[in-house]
Each structure stands twice: as structure tokens, then as C-alpha cells.
């Protein structure tokens, strides 16, 4: 397949995600080292935030790896890596009371979160058929294969983009909440803000990647429609 305009600002995407993933790694490991002035561990900031909102019935659990955290919607539990479980650093806290936003927003029933969750069934479907209809149209020249793949392959990126305000809520949640109940310092949300917002990175270059990929098929098919005329 020919060398697309859209492909060199694909490529400077890939290069931000790249250095995003880089970043996020490099400030949690900055920001760990940074004890907490409230001698908190991600388990105690979670619990507690849990707690004071109502959520006292979620557990926490500890799972293996690295920044492995997330909240899981279907059991409706937390689960935070050793890492950020055990660590009383800013790193750790930040990361907890962000997975804890997740819940909050699962309890309240939050609109972008919502339909993350309905989309994903489908998502989950168009996005692993999406590749080889893209790839079975460009083999055989065919523009219905092509638009059909493009189809498929807006519900990922639609998905991709739905996540963007669900991430940037529970870090603003997290953040919030932190500070009124005392679990951090003002001077002490600096690093949080350098942890979250590095791990918001990621998502935001993801999503850029798969609405220039969208942007270059749906060029392409308008071009063969051209051409066909």
C-alpha cells in the first residue's frame, strides 16, 4: 500500500505515544520516591474515599504488576498493584484515588461512563473484525470491503474517544477529593498532577492514532469512489 499524506502525522502520533508511555513510567517512579506528608498508602486514601462516599461495600484488592491498577464495573471492585497498595508516596495515592473516581462515577451512574460500558460488547466485536476487512478491501481493491471496514472501525475509535472525559473526570475526582479531606497538601499536588496527567497522555495519543488512522481510510475511500466516477 502507497505512502498516505496522513501517514507522517500517524507516525508523529505513534512518537507521542511512545514518549507518553515513557513519561507516565518516569513520573511514577519520580513521584514514588515522594513520600506522602499524610503517611497514607494507596489502600488507605482508597478505602477511605470509598468510604466517605458511600462505596464502603467495594473492596480493594491487590493484583500483580506494574501500574496494572483499575477499577472493574462487573465485580465492582478496586484493584490496585503492590505498588501503589502498599506505598505511602504521592505516586501511589494518586493513582488509587484515581481508580476510585472510576467508582465513584459507576455509583453516580456518569454519562461518558455509561456508554463506555454499552459500547463495549459491540467495541469489543468491531475492533478485532475491523483490521481484516480494512486489509481484505486495499488486497482486492474493493470500496464496499473498505467502507464497511471503516464502519467497524469508527466504533473503536469512538470508543477511544468516549474514554478521554471518563480519564480526565476521575483524575479531577481524585484530585478534589484528595485535598478536601485532607489526604493531601496544597503543596503536594504538583506531583499529583504530573502523575495523572502523564498517564492522561497515553489515552489522548491513543485516541489521536485511531482518528488520524480513521481519518487516512476514509480519504482513501473517497478517492477510490473519485477514481471509480
Given amino acids: ?7 507522517f502525522l500517524i507516525l508523529i502520533a505513534f512518537g ?7 513519561r507516565v513510567k518516569g513520573n511514577f517512579n519520580k513521584w514514588a520516591e515522594v513520600p506522602t506528608r499524610s503517611h497514607m498508602t494507596g489502600a488507605d486514601v482508597a478505602r477511605r474515599i470509598l468510604d466517605n462516599n458511600g462505596l464502603s461495600h467495594i473492596p480493594i484488592e491487590v493484583v ?24 505511602a508516596s504521592i505516586a501511589s495515592v494518586s493513582v488509587a484515588a484515581h481508580e476510585v473516581g472510576h467508582a465513584i462515577q459507576h455509583a453516580q451512574s456518569y454519562g461518558a461512563l455509561v456508554w463506555r460500558h454499552r459500547m463495549f460488547p459491540l467495541v469489543n466485536l468491531t475492533s478485532g473484525v475491523a483490521p481484516f476487512l480494512l486489509l481484505g478491501g486495499f488486497l482486492f481493491q474493493s470500496l464496499s470491503l473498505i467502507g464497511v471496514g471503516i464502519i467497524f472501525f469508527s466504533a473503536a475509535v469512538a470508543f477511544q474517544l468516549i474514554t478521554l472525559p471518563v480519564e480526565f473526570n476521575a483524575s479531577s475526582r481524585a484530585k478534589k477529593l484528595m485535598l478536601a479531606e485532607g489526604m493531601i497538601y496544597n503543596d503536594e499536588e504538583r ?3 504530573k502523575v495523572l496527567n502523564a498517564a492522561a497522555l497515553t489515552y489522548v495519543a491513543a485516541a489521536l492514532i ?18 471509480e466516477e
Fill in 210 to 227: 485511531s482518528l488520524l488512522e480513521l481519518i487516512k481510510y476514509v480519504m482513501i475511500f473517497f478517492q477510490g469512489n473519485q477514481d
Fill in 191 to 193: 506531583g499529583v498532577n
Fill in 1 to 7: 500500500m502507497f505512502f498516505h499524506p496522513m501517514d
Fill in 64 to 87: 500483580p504488576g506494574t501500574l496494572s491498577d483499575h477499577y472493574d464495573p462487573l465485580s465492582k471492585t478496586v484493584r490496585l498493584s503492590e505498588a501503589v497498595y502498599y506505598g
Fill in 16 to 22: 507521542v505515544s511512545i514518549w507518553a508511555q515513557f
